[in-house]
């Protein structure tokens, strides 16, 4: 490499055709790339020039991949589909190809890569070959799962929170709109968590559910359905008058689900069915 | 023939009837037939169906569960199902089933203590 450099300083310096410094220089940029591996193709996709950092990205010398066809670099199933030649004739017809997918190194390791391949013309404007530019986005990958992984059981926990608030008493405060999936998780989880703890009662709070319409009501029923199944049972709490109102005139029967207007007297229900009873203490005193 | 069968077993006053994993038609029927002719050796307060072992539900076994019951209550008794997992208990709502008198229980441990209450008509 410092040969190299020393080489074409002193060509520079001897007053070389500029064409070939440019050329030169642009070798030197392409090989001290540090996280884009350049290499060229040619116009069938065989490997024709190979740089240092493509040996570090993909684990081949260039005395091993030169005369290789570049899907070498592809997983078995991507270079079976023909994705590599499809890569190329986008390239050709469109000038330029990107793409971001996972490829293979030397060792069978897997990278996350982004690829682009741009067609190279002649004067004539036929296809001499291409260059194919891709970078090691792994990290970025793990990174966007990791958070992806965290959003998911943040949402998870914030669409259906289940507590326990008392030996034996569950309570679900649901915040905002109740739609068909998560009324499925609502259930999946309350029975989950209910046969885990062994709580024979669980508190749904609606108080935060803007509104409830029949489909959401028949979620409901069926939710308390289930919970009965598993042996357990459910007090709806946070029946604001709206919502009173709203259930009547929809003609909604939740005459087999005991209702509450507020979280604290639904807990004294859920007391009374575990025969708990809460009282003012006695003052030591006395 | 190296089926799974139900197991009927009378503890003190309440049968304890007992369904393997994944019973087929026949074990079905010969739930109601068990059931029913324990019911009428013994004298006793009720049974508790332990459907904890049980991962697959169909209408069948649905149905067979509720009129089950409901010919126990005809016969005095009450029945309580206890043990029902929860991705069995979403399919039976899905099926529609229809518990009518039968009460529930989240084990057989709970079950016994629900049957004991009721008879000594604590609840209602």
Known sequence: MSEATKGSRSRAAKGTSSKETSSEMLRLLVDNLKDYAITMLDPKGTVTSWSPAAERLKGYRSNEIIGKHFSTFYTPEDSASGK???ELEIAAREGRFEDEGWRIRKDGSKFWANVIITALRDESGKVIGFGKVTRDLSERKQAEEQIRQQSREILEMATVPVVQVWEGILLVPLIGVLDSERSQQLMERL??????????????????VPAIDTKTAQHLVETVKAVRFVGADVVLTGVRPAIAQTLVHLGIDLSTVTTRSSLSAGLRVAFAMMDLHVGAAQAVAH | MNRETITVIKVRDVLLVTMPADPDDATISALQEKTLEAMEQHEVKGLILDLSKVDTLDSYFARTVTETGKMVGLM?????????RPAVAITATQLGLNLGITQTALSVDEGLNLIGRNWRGFHK
């Not at chain 1, 029975?191 to 935060?208: F, H, K, N, Q, Y």
């Open chain 1, 191 to 208: 029975l989950e968590r209910i046969t885990e703890t062994g709580s024979p009662v669980a508190l749904v709070d609606i108080t935060g």
């Open chain 1, 84 to 86: 590599t030649e499809r």
């Open chain 2, 76 to 84: 005095g008794g009450e029945t309580i199902i206890a043990g029902m």
